[in-house]
Every structure is written in C-alpha cells, then in structure tokens.
C-alpha cells in the first residue's frame, strides 16, 4: 500500500505518520507488523498506534539511509510483513542457552523486541568481561520470566 505523508518530529524521535484509511485498508487491527520502504531505504517495523494516531518508528539510521528528516514529505510503501520475528542469537548467548532448556523455552517465547533487549546488548559487547556478564544478566531474567 503505497501513501504520502509528512515525517512526524517530536523531540529526539521520528516517526511516519500513517492515514487512519491505511490501517482499515490492510485489515489486520490497530497494531500491524509491516515492512517499510521509505526511498530507497526498506525495513521492518510495526504500525503502533499513539495519542489517536498511527504512527511507524522511523531511526536515525534509516533516516540517513533515506536521505529523510523530521518535517519532509516523503512516499511510503507499506507490506503486511508475516515473517516470523526472531533476534539472531549471538554464537555466546546461543551456546549458554543450549545448555539451559528452561532459559531457552522461555527465550523461545518472548516476542521479538523482548528477544532483541536481551540479545543485542550481548552481541554489541566489546569485551569478554562485558559479554559475560550480559549473558549472566539475559539468563537470571529468563529464568524469572
């Protein structure tokens, strides 16, 4: 579904203000997993619905990689996106999980921005020490989850 709108800036954060027809339109609620293309810039995302309108995150990285700013008119193309969302395992974190089922059952169920809290901070560590202990950290959390 292909629509034009403004770049909404409110502080540090932007977003793609999406019509109210194009959510009805795509038929599949008021929370929707879609895949963006903003130029020449494609990305997944969900639409979320804020203070009685819809809007889509748009990063700073995709900003730049679009070429976008907060206040620009831009063309948006819009897929339903019903690929599976799973956060690629960092090897060190894939490993520790393999040895602790209940952890891993319990990763396993978490959606895929709660998969990516836990993870990322792991594979964006910069030393052993710093990885560890993320790892300790992301697996005390599963097992209280």
């Keep these: 579904m292909r629509f034009r709108t403004v770049i909404e800036l ?3 954060n932007t977003g793609i203000l999406v019509p109210d027809a194009v959510v009805e339109g ?3 609620g008021k929370r929707v997993p879609v895949v963006v293309t903003v130029g020449a810039t494609t990305y997944r995302s969900t639409i979320t619905p804020m203070g009685g309108r819809y809007l889509i995150a748009l990063s700073a990285a995709n900003r730049a990689a679009a070429g976008v700013a907060g206040g620009d008119e831009v063309d948006v193309d819009l897929e339903v996106d019903d690929a ?3 956060f690629p395992l960092p090897p060190e974190l894939e ?4 040895g602790d089922e209940p952890a891993l059952a319990a990763y396993g169920a978490l959606s895929f921005s709660r998969q990516r809290a ?3 901070p ?3 560590a910069k030393t052993d020490a710093t990885r560890d202990k993320r790892i ?3 697996l005390e959390a599963l097992r209280g989850a």
């Design 122 to 124: 792991v594979a964006l």
């Design 26 to 28: 795509l038929d599949r």
């Design 10 to 12: 409110q502080g540090n």
């Design 95 to 98: 490993t520790a999980l393999a």
């Design 84 to 86: 599976p969302r799973v």
């Design 118 to 120: 836990l993870a990322e």
């Design 136 to 138: 300790a950290a992301a």
